[in-house]
């Protein structure tokens, strides 16, 4: 969908087509919420009265829920806070910790502030709102909060992962008891689970080749539900209308009380997915979701529910299928088709959702490493997970299985929607205060209005608790368990890595050839250290009396913005005397951004090293990050003007060349290695094939040239990686609870998730492990 953005999306051209899009990718569970709303907030099947008090209250607060929610909250207000284009719970993070203190990533950089996504509003903060902002930095615990908030919101995201396909396709095919009433619960089980299979089993093949019926299914599904319910009113009961007035809200809640109260729980249902809104902002345009919601499907929502309860007015026994009973026998047969169709296309695009949500946790290091497939190469950021495909799978059954009742999945389901909800309103109060930088009072007006509504709603869920809704309770506290003990254990194992990295003062009294003998090739030593060497170095270098003449020190880490820009990408500095031949590369990655396993990371390195090296006459125009050392002195290379670099693609052998200056000079052959991975590694594909030319120009600094030529000539020799392979243990004075977390919960994450090597597509024959034992 990323494509579709290179449109003019302030045309109205443009803007028609992103809606379009729109309605396949982000309304798909939103509009099939008629299918069980009424079911569930009636499901204590309750004696109605004859002037229909209940089912227009209901209808009265399905209509202003509708409209302060996806419409006023986040329609005029929340779709306001993206973050260059993006949405979502991350984005709200991210902007946070842009423009406050606020993020718990250890590695971050002054530099990382020159990326052209880093975007800050430079306008005066008004002194209360610098206040709080100092209060929020201030306070450790308070940015802990802030990150367990976050992670509550993710995990019930991915609740909403398990129980949006169980719940949405067990509604749409328990259609067939209005035409067959005869047949057995277990058939219609049996059906669901079936649907269920196949749709998660399809989840590897991606969206790509059947994603353009998507949109015409839910505007068929629409249509159907719309013109259903425009032919209820007319027909049984064009007197619904008069339910838009609050005055049914507070007949019905006198009327009810307690019971009206406790009934909010299914009514909220009627707003699930309106979170996508905000979460799939980076696929479209804010015009183009507002013009998709308030155009077409508002309205088509609103007469459906309108039709329903026209419907049920005059059929009070039906209450348990309005929806299904509703419709005329005419038609019966094509809307079940469509609406099975659109449950199946709702539930697609939150499993899809839930894939991106934990692939970004795993970016910014709050999820085990997990092995993550692009599915499409046209639509950015699509992707498929195939353990947590298979998880959710699993769960889903159970859950569809184990309670066979929409009513007791719509108890756990609202729990779920409406805790990310309220989590997107703490953080949006926040945003305004900070990024916003508007008035604190402004702030507690959106947070009092909008969180007391939603507050509302999640106590009338709760009471539900033991009818379902603890399901969303047990898995939002396993995810969050997992996700904060993994980012608990990977800042310790950080901070051990900061306090006992190698002294600068012992690295150069070893003098240039380290006291150990310097042997042909590169070495790339993998860490989590922006600054400094880590100890693995050390511990390496004491027990083997060799090392590569070229060390590279790389680190990937990530920054809180959403993309990173290629040409940005790559941070090149120098360890030590340049004598050393020691360098750190630093490639920085956003929370979205994608790290393709046939990335020519070899080449792309060795190019940027060059280009580093060449720049190197030119010190005063590298930026700093100011840290005080020379090694913290890093240059963006990719957009180093004027380096004399450029790449030839020859077709002769499928070769690529990179050239230093002038081409046409003496070059060198690929290095051995090279058909030794590919038939030792056939299933990492086809490498490209690369050739360097140094420059014949006089010009070039002798110094310089020597330093490529060394450069290059270590290319050839070949190329090894050393990576840490770590055993975290919590020191012997720590707590009871920490040393379960650690030494049992992390260790067992850490055994069980994607390895380091396989993760970073290092190739095994050039791999070299250095085993220690972190204490923390």
């Given at each position: 969908m990323k494509v579709e953005k290179g449109l003019q999306q302030n045309s109205f051209k443009a803007i028609l087509t992103l809606a379009y899009q729109s309605f396949g990718v982000v309304y798909g569970d939103l509009s099939t919420s008629p299918l069980y709303v009424y079911r569930s907030t009636f499901s204590q099947k309750w004696q109605l009265h004859e002037d229909d008090t209940e089912i227009l209250g209901v209808l009265s607060f399905i209509f202003y829920t509708l409209t302060l929610i996806p419409v006023?909250?986040?329609?005029?207000?929340?779709?306001?806070?993206?973050?260059?284009?993006?949405?979502?719970?991350?984005?709200?993070?991210?902007?946070?910790c842009r423009h406050a203190k606020l993020s718990m990533l250890p590695n971050q950089q002054t530099i990382d502030k020159e990326l052209s996504t880093y975007k800050l509003d430079q306008d005066v903060m008004d002194n209360k709102c610098s206040k709080f902002k100092i209060f929020l930095e201030k306070h450790k615990n308070g940015r802990t909060a802030l990150l367990i908030v976050v992670l509550l919101g993710t995990s019930m995201v991915i609740g909403d992962g398990i129980l949006t396909p169980a719940i949405s396709v067990l509604s749409a095919v328990s259609g067939i008891e209005v035409a067959a009433p005869n047949l057995h619960d277990h058939v219609i089980d049996l059906i669901a689970c079936i649907v269920l299979v196949g749709l998660f089993a399809l989840q590897h093949f991606g969206t790509r080749k059947v994603a353009f019926m998507f949109a015409p299914i839910v505007l068929a599904w629409l249509f159907c539900i719309s013109s259903i319910g425009i032919y209820n009113i007319f027909r049984w009961n064009p007197h619904v209308f008069c339910a838009l007035s609050p005055y049914y809200m507070y007949n019905y809640l006198s009327?009810?009380?307690t019971a009206g109260w406790a009934s909010l729980g299914g009514i909220l249902l009627s707003i699930t997915g309106t979170e996508a809104m905000f979460a799939d902002l980076g696929h479209f345009s804010r015009s183009s979701i507002k013009v998709a919601f308030t155009c077409v499907v508002y309205p088509s929502l609103v007469?459906?529910?309108?039709?329903?309860?026209?419907?049920?007015?005059?059929?009070?026994?039906?209450?348990?299928?309005?929806?299904?009973?509703?419709?005329?026998?005419?038609?019966?047969?094509?809307?079940?088709?469509?609406?099975?169709?659109?449950?199946?296309?709702?539930?697609?695009?939150?499993?899809?959702?839930?894939?991106?949500?934990?692939?970004?946790?795993?970016?910014?290091?709050?999820?085990?490493?997990?092995?993550?497939?692009?599915?499409?190469?046209?639509?950015?950021?699509?992707?498929?997970?195939?353990e947590i495909n298979w998880i959710l799978l699993i769960l889903c059954l159970a859950i569809t299985i184990g309670f066979r009742d929409t009513i007791l999945i719509g108890h756990a389901y609202g729990i779920?929607?409406?805790?990310?909800?309220?989590?997107?309103?703490?953080?949006?109060?926040?945003?305004?205060?900070?990024?916003?930088?508007?008035?604190?009072?402004?702030?507690?007006?959106?947070?009092?209005?909008?969180?007391?509504?939603?507050?509302?709603?999640?106590?009338?869920?709760?009471?539900?608790?033991?009818?379902?809704?603890?399901?969303?309770?047990?898995?939002?506290?396993?995810?969050?368990?997992?996700?904060?003990?993994?980012?608990?254990?990977?800042?310790?194992?950080?901070?051990?890595?900061?306090?006992?990295?190698?002294?600068?003062?012992w690295l150069l009294a070893l003098g240039p050839s380290l006291g150990i003998v310097r042997v042909p090739g590169i070495g790339l030593i993998y860490t989590e250290l922006v600054t400094g060497v880590p100890p693995i170095f050390s511990h390496f270098v004491t027990n083997l009396p060799a090392f590569h003449e070229v060390l590279v020190f790389v680190c990937i880490k990530s920054v809180p913005v959403p993309y990173v820009p290629p040409q940005e990408r790559f941070l090149i500095g120098r360890i030590g005397p340049k004598e050393y031949r020691m360098y750190r590369c630093i490639l920085r990655y956003g929370y979205k951004d994608v790290r393709k396993d046939d990335d020519d990371f070899e080449n792309q390195l060795i190019l940027s090293i060059g280009e580093f090296i060449q720049s190197g006459a030119a010190q005063s125009k590298i930026p700093s990050t100011n840290e005080g050392s020379d090694d913290a002195k890093m240059a963006v290379v990719g957009t180093t003007a004027g380096s004399g670099m450029n790449l030839i693609v020859s077709d002769l052998e499928d070769m690529e060349q990179f050239s230093y200056g002038t081409p046409g000079c003496k070059s060198f052959s690929v290095p051995s290695l090279q058909d030794l991975l590919e038939i030792e590694s056939p299933h990492l594909g086809r490498k490209k094939r690369v050739k360097f030319e140094l420059p014949k120009s006089p010009d070039v600094d002798p110094d310089i040239r020597d330093e490529l030529r060394e450069l290059i000539d270590a290319r050839e020799a070949g190329i090894a990686y050393i990576i840490g392979h770590s055993y975290v243990q919590a020191k012997k004075s720590s707590s009871l609870l920490k040393k379960f977390a650690v030494d049992v919960v992390y260790s067992f994450l850490r055994r069980n998730c994607r390895g380091s090597a396989v993760a970073l597509s290092i190739p095994h024959i050039c791999l070299i492990e250095v085993g220690m034992i972190y204490y923390v």
């Amino acid at each position: 969908m990323k494509v579709e953005k290179g449109l003019q999306q302030n045309s109205f051209k443009a803007i028609l087509t992103l809606a379009y899009q729109s309605f396949g990718v982000v309304y798909g569970d939103l509009s099939t919420s008629p299918l069980y709303v009424y079911r569930s907030t009636f499901s204590q099947k309750w004696q109605l009265h004859e002037d229909d008090t209940e089912i227009l209250g209901v209808l009265s607060f399905i209509f202003y829920t509708l409209t302060l929610i996806p419409v006023m909250k986040y329609i005029f207000i929340v779709l306001s806070a993206d973050d260059n284009g993006e949405g979502g719970t991350f984005a709200l993070y991210s902007l946070l910790c842009r423009h406050a203190k606020l993020s718990m990533l250890p590695n971050q950089q002054t530099i990382d502030k020159e990326l052209s996504t880093y975007k800050l509003d430079q306008d005066v903060m008004d002194n209360k709102c610098s206040k709080f902002k100092i209060f929020l930095e201030k306070h450790k615990n308070g940015r802990t909060a802030l990150l367990i908030v976050v992670l509550l919101g993710t995990s019930m995201v991915i609740g909403d992962g398990i129980l949006t396909p169980a719940i949405s396709v067990l509604s749409a095919v328990s259609g067939i008891e209005v035409a067959a009433p005869n047949l057995h619960d277990h058939v219609i089980d049996l059906i669901a689970c079936i649907v269920l299979v196949g749709l998660f089993a399809l989840q590897h093949f991606g969206t790509r080749k059947v994603a353009f019926m998507f949109a015409p299914i839910v505007l068929a599904w629409l249509f159907c539900i719309s013109s259903i319910g425009i032919y209820n009113i007319f027909r049984w009961n064009p007197h619904v209308f008069c339910a838009l007035s609050p005055y049914y809200m507070y007949n019905y809640l006198s009327k009810m009380g307690t019971a009206g109260w406790a009934s909010l729980g299914g009514i909220l249902l009627s707003i699930t997915g309106t979170e996508a809104m905000f979460a799939d902002l980076g696929h479209f345009s804010r015009s183009s979701i507002k013009v998709a919601f308030t155009c077409v499907v508002y309205p088509s929502l609103v007469l459906a529910y309108m039709g329903q309860a026209a419907y049920l007015s005059k059929h009070h026994g039906d209450i348990q299928m309005s929806f299904y009973k509703s419709i005329p026998r005419a038609v019966f047969w094509p809307v079940f088709v469509v609406a099975t169709l659109a449950s199946v296309v709702g539930s697609q695009a939150v499993i899809s959702a839930t894939f991106s949500v934990i692939r970004q946790c795993s970016a910014l290091g709050c999820f085990p490493r997990v092995k993550v497939v692009h599915t499409s190469k046209n639509i950015y950021g699509q992707v498929y997970i195939p353990e947590i495909n298979w998880i959710l799978l699993i769960l889903c059954l159970a859950i569809t299985i184990g309670f066979r009742d929409t009513i007791l999945i719509g108890h756990a389901y609202g729990i779920a929607v409406i805790t990310v909800m309220f989590v997107t309103t703490c953080l949006m109060s926040l945003v305004i205060v900070v990024v916003w930088q508007r008035s604190i009072l402004f702030a507690l007006c959106f947070l009092v209005f909008f969180g007391s509504i939603e507050l509302l709603y999640i106590s009338a869920a709760l009471v539900k608790v033991p009818e379902g809704g603890w399901v969303p309770l047990v898995l939002s506290f396993i995810f969050m368990a997992i996700m904060y003990v993994w980012h608990y254990g990977t800042k310790k194992k950080y901070e051990f890595d900061v306090q006992n990295k190698v002294s600068m003062k012992w690295l150069l009294a070893l003098g240039p050839s380290l006291g150990i003998v310097r042997v042909p090739g590169i070495g790339l030593i993998y860490t989590e250290l922006v600054t400094g060497v880590p100890p693995i170095f050390s511990h390496f270098v004491t027990n083997l009396p060799a090392f590569h003449e070229v060390l590279v020190f790389v680190c990937i880490k990530s920054v809180p913005v959403p993309y990173v820009p290629p040409q940005e990408r790559f941070l090149i500095g120098r360890i030590g005397p340049k004598e050393y031949r020691m360098y750190r590369c630093i490639l920085r990655y956003g929370y979205k951004d994608v790290r393709k396993d046939d990335d020519d990371f070899e080449n792309q390195l060795i190019l940027s090293i060059g280009e580093f090296i060449q720049s190197g006459a030119a010190q005063s125009k590298i930026p700093s990050t100011n840290e005080g050392s020379d090694d913290a002195k890093m240059a963006v290379v990719g957009t180093t003007a004027g380096s004399g670099m450029n790449l030839i693609v020859s077709d002769l052998e499928d070769m690529e060349q990179f050239s230093y200056g002038t081409p046409g000079c003496k070059s060198f052959s690929v290095p051995s290695l090279q058909d030794l991975l590919e038939i030792e590694s056939p299933h990492l594909g086809r490498k490209k094939r690369v050739k360097f030319e140094l420059p014949k120009s006089p010009d070039v600094d002798p110094d310089i040239r020597d330093e490529l030529r060394e450069l290059i000539d270590a290319r050839e020799a070949g190329i090894a990686y050393i990576i840490g392979h770590s055993y975290v243990q919590a020191k012997k004075s720590s707590s009871l609870l920490k040393k379960f977390a650690v030494d049992v919960v992390y260790s067992f994450l850490r055994r069980n998730c994607r390895g380091s090597a396989v993760a970073l597509s290092i190739p095994h024959i050039c791999l070299i492990e250095v085993g220690m034992i972190y204490y923390v």
